[in-house]
């Protein structure tokens, strides 16, 4: 049997990095296998829909590889893949419970729901499971409108089986005889989902673990239409330290979030592939085509998955210290330009200037950061420096240095780098005794990236000045 596992977001807006990491994890199920992995749009919530927004749901599955075999856009054998364009399957698979006795026609007004709940009833009071099949025909002739639902059995549990968490039982008597269609025609997610796994074939239900208490809502409908249920898959919740929630206001809530802050879809991807899952070895850096191969669901963890930035950010820096030169300028370029930074520098030096920081950055955004504290603190020396600066040969070296770079005609890395050598041997120095004034001289500090590409991003006439300066 091919494995067919699906992905099935609501379009109400950006996606969220902890259902991201659930497309991943639903998208390696199925890869591992060969298996199939659709896309469905569940857009039943009208009132959620959000324009553009399976647009967002493509770019995003799109940037990180994801790639569905059947979809909205790519069609398949077990079409159509939104929702909306399925009503009247829904329709029909509700008439048919009503039918076999499993469902029924409820034509209870708002008004009197809404007084159950203010009388202290959890749940709906079956007052239209007991009318008569002529009080029904009647009403349906006035053309009340009605909506279908789910007769529950009332004694008796049910359970399922859960890969990651296990055995679940659940009373009846606590389930609600819930609505499957609504006086609109629309089905509701409860009964949507379980149609559409069942005609698309789908072998793994993958999803979060708010759906852990519903799901024998859906077993008792696989059971009424006598159907075989899917094997379920759910997820721990993505959580930051301490149990608080990812949140849109502190921007790291959403995929686009990170992806304008300068992380790479990859890296996020590997990430994301990490949380609540653990993999066989302790590999840390995968591709996606060796996250196909080595996830497994019997390494998924039932504890709530720790969104630790530390982590996403030492991931990411892996990947940007592997990108081609032309990659880090596409990465660094909008916030080089963001920052006003860009407009004052020509290409060049831009690319020298990421080249410089490559080896530091977590992300994109902190070019900037990097940038000002590179060339923008104002030039002071502290104690440590000064004293470093005061130790016998240092002037000379100094002055050596300071000599050969004033006979440079072309100011580069390249043109600046012998020139160490040179100072060193003129003056006598070695190690860091040649090294380290030359750059406490010239950036004010004692460490930092590369010193000749350093020197040559500030330029001839900054690095003679303060040379200038500190030579006594
Ligand atoms: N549309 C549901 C959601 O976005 C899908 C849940 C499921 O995968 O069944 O949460």
């Keep these: 049997m091919t494995v067919r596992t699906r992905f099935a977001p609501s379009p109400t807006g950006f996606i969220h990095v902890g259902n991201l990491r659930s497309a991943i994890f639903t998208y390696l199920i199925a890869k591992h296998d060969n298996g199939t992995f659709v896309l469905r749009i569940e857009d039943t919530d009208q009132e959620r829909y959000v324009e553009g ?62 007084s159950l709940r203010d009388k202290g009833y959890a749940k709906y009071d079956r007052h239209c499971l007991h009318l008569t099949a002529e009080e029904v025909q009647a009403k349906e002739d006035q053309g009340l409108p009605y909506v279908i639902r789910q007769k529950v059995p009332q004694d008796g549990s049910t359970s399922f089986t859960c890969q990651v968490y296990g055995e679940i039982t659940i009373d009846n008597k606590e389930i609600e005889d819930q609505v499957i269609l609504k006086s609109d025609g629309y089905p509701t997610y409860n009964f949507a989902n379980v149609v559409d796994d069942h005609l698309m074939n789908i072998t793994h239900v993958v999803r979060g673990n708010e759906y852990l208490t519903s799901t024998p809502k859906y077993t008792l409908l696989y059971r009424a239409f006598g159907w075989d249920e899917p094997t379920y898959v759910h997820l721990p919740h993505v959580v930051k330290e301490g149990g608080k929630k990812l949140s849109k206001r502190e921007g790291d809530a959403y995929y686009t979030d990170f992806v304008h802050k300068g992380y790479l879809p990859e890296a996020i991807l590997n990430f994301l592939a990490l949380l609540g899952w653990s993999p066989p070895t302790n590999q840390e850096i995968f591709t996606l085509e060796e996250l196909e191969q080595a996830f497994t669901i019997d390494r998924i963890n039932n504890s709530p998955a720790v969104f630790d930035i530390q982590k996403l950010n030492w991931i990411n820096a892996q990947y940007i210290k592997k990108l ?4 880090l300028i596409e990465l660094c370029m909008p916030h080089l330009i963001d920052a006003n930074i860009a407009q004052d520098h020509d290409e060049a030096w831009i690319e020298s200037l990421v080249k410089t920081f490559q080896d530091r950055l977590d992300y994109g955004a902190q070019i900037v950061d990097l940038h000002d504290e590179f060339f923008d603190q104002e030039y002071r020396l502290d104690d440590e420096m000064n004293e470093f600066l005061a130790q016998d040969g240092v002037n000379e070296t100094l002055q050596a240095f300071r000599d050969l770079l004033a006979g440079l005609d072309a100011f580069t890395a390249q043109d600046i780098k012998p020139l160490i050598k040179q100072a060193g041997k003129q003056s006598g120095a070695k190690g860091k005794m040649l090294f380290m004034p030359l750059r406490i001289a010239t950036t004010a500090s004692m460490h930092g990236p590369d010193l000749p590409q350093v020197l040559a991003l500030l330029g001839k006439d900054t690095v003679l000045e303060r040379l200038d300066q500190t030579i006594k």
């Design 324 to 327: 081609d030169t032309q990659d």
């Design 53 to 114: 927004a399976v647009d967002t749901i493509y770019y995003t599955l799109d940037s990180c590889g994801l790639t569905w075999d059947e979809g909205p856009d790519k069609g398949g054998d077990y079409g159509p893949y939104i929702q909306s364009e399925r009503k009247d399957l829904y329709k029909e698979h509700a008439h048919k419970l009503v039918a076999s006795g499993h469902a029924y026609k409820c034509f209870c007004t708002p008004e009197r729901l809404a």
